[in-house]
């Protein structure tokens, strides 16, 4: 799964203004509605929210990836969303790079493997600071293709 078909310029948020976990997601979550291989974003986002409800995303080191494994995605889609401030998420920890990923149900394999990729990469202190200094969305992705994610 290459990064570039996964997330556009446009569904990548670098002055997010949210200052709740449920009001970050939904922020990233209205992006992501313009994009047309989203069908239905309120269900999208109902359906993330209530997987958020049961385990947080949280994955420390300041990110969380929510997502839904979902019929209403026929591929992988992302967007991202930066908060200079930080969120607080249910895992009690603050996020500043947070990744929502609507994913189909039958790409299970395809989609652990994106996300183990993109958590590793998360795990570099020069990779989320370089991301957080990004200057504008291209740079954003190439950082990421650059941590080899996707």
């Known amino acids: 799964m290459r990064l570039s078909n996964v997330l556009k310029p446009e569904m990548v948020v670098l002055g997010l ?5 449920d009001e970050a997601i939904s922020e990233i979550v ?21 997987r958020e409800g049961v385990e947080s995303t949280c994955l420390g080191f300041e990110t969380a990836i929510p997502h839904a494994r979902t019929d209403l995605v026929r591929e992988m889609v992302m967007a991202v969303g930066r908060s200079d401030e930080g969120v607080r998420f249910g895992c009690g920890r603050v996020a500043k790079l ?30 989320r600071g370089r991301l957080m200094a990004a200057g504008d969305a291209k740079e954003y992705i190439q950082i990421l293709s650059g941590a080899k994610v996707g």
């Open 30 to 50: 209205a992006v992501m509605a313009r994009d047309p291989r989203i069908g239905d974003a309120k269900r999208l986002l109902d359906e993330i929210m209530a």
């Open 98 to 127: 947070i990744f929502v990923v609507a994913n189909p149900r039958q790409m299970a394999a395809e989609y652990l493997q994106f996300v183990g990729a993109l958590a590793r990469a998360m795990r570099s202190d020069e990779v």
């Open 17 to 21: 203004r949210a200052r709740t976990r």
